[in-house]
């Protein structure tokens, strides 16, 4: 899918409303975010840009969150499937089973990694340096 996509993006020629100059093919492809789309119309894959929110509540209990940009792939039911991430506090990439309990989560932020394992019933392995 990663590769399809890659592929894909490259393909992809800018279009301006109102514009019709025979332009040579510009050399970057600029925008606020980008959707794929099946032949039912429902979103496969997606990279946005998400602004900072300083009072969003996280799960573990911190509020904030940083301004960051999310690349999602999603299955034909509308769920993500690969996730990844990117904002001044690092990178993350999350990728999910056939339920969402079973997922993989590796993480890079600030001075800390790890990797998170946690299968269907719920039992997490979690590995730091």
Same mark, same amino acid.
């Given at each position: 899918?990663?590769?399809?996509?890659?592929?894909?993006?490259? !393909?992809? #020629?800018?279009?301006?409303?109102?514009?019709?100059? &025979? @332009?040579? $093919?510009?050399?970057?492809?600029?925008?606020?975010?980008?959707?794929?789309?099946?032949? !039912?119309? #429902?979103?496969?894959?997606?990279?946005?840009?998400? &602004? @900072?929110? $300083?009072?969003?509540?996280?799960?573990?209990?911190?509020?904030?969150?940083?301004?960051?940009?999310?690349?999602?792939?999603?299955?034909?039911?509308?769920?993500p499937e690969v996730k990844i991430g990117a904002s001044v506090e690092g990178g993350g990439v999350g990728l999910?089973?056939?339920?969402?309990?079973?997922?993989?989560?590796?993480?890079?932020?600030?001075?800390?990694?790890?990797?998170?394992l946690t299968n269907k019933a719920g039992k997490q392995q979690l590995i730091k340096p």
């Open positions: 899918n990663l590769g399809l996509t890659i592929f894909l993006l490259a !393909q992809i #020629r800018r279009v301006d409303a109102g514009s019709v100059e &025979p @332009a040579s $093919p510009p050399s970057v492809l600029r925008g606020s975010g980008l959707e794929i789309v099946d032949d !039912q119309g #429902r979103v496969r894959a997606s990279i946005k840009l998400h &602004p @900072a929110d $300083p009072n969003f509540k996280m799960p573990d209990g911190k509020t904030g969150y940083p301004d960051t940009v999310m690349f999602r792939l999603i299955d034909p039911k509308g769920r999910v089973g056939e339920s969402d309990t079973t997922h993989v989560l590796l993480e890079a932020k600030g001075a800390d990694t790890s990797l998170k």
